[in-house]
Nanobody, 120 residues
Framework: QVHLVESGGGSVQPGVSLRLSCAAS????????MGWYRQAPGKQRELVAT???????KYADSVKGRFTIYRDNANYMAFLQMNSLQAEDTAVYYC??????????????WGRGTQVTVSS
């Protein structure tokens, strides 16, 4: 009943910026925390950044100072502004949302991911 769709990925050179977008649609009561995760081949999925419904944020040490997560509650969207991209940032980036369904059940919803490739 909740669908998340990521966009904004691509192939860029080191030092370039990208902004990822996550759009939520479907039937739900409200969205609580949202976050961005990433996964490279042969590596576990890792948390990049999270944001609560009140705007409190957390970042992985590897991206703090370079990435910014923010959200637009009116339009049910979350964003990840990525600056000074490095080769180590190469991964598939996934949007996650903790969603209260129509029956007030809290469920974790995932998008299908968008590829970010950083190379010279």
């Amino acid at each position: 009943q909740v669908h998340l769709v990521e966009s904004g990925g691509g192939s860029v050179q080191p030092g370039v910026s990208l902004r990822l977008s996550c759009a939520a649609s479907g039937r739900f009561f409200s969205i609580d925390d949202m976050g961005w995760y990433r996964q490279a081949p042969g590596k576990q999925r890792e948390l990049v950044a999270t944001i609560t419904d009140g705007g409190s944020t957390k970042y992985a040490d590897s991206v703090k100072g370079r990435f910014t997560i923010y959200r637009d509650n009116a339009n049910y969207m979350a964003f990840l502004q990525m600056n000074s991209l490095q080769a180590e940032d190469t991964a598939v980036y996934y949007c996650n949302a903790q969603v209260y369904g129509a029956g007030y059940e809290l469920v974790s919803s995932w998008g299908r991911g968008t590829q970010v490739t950083v190379s010279s």
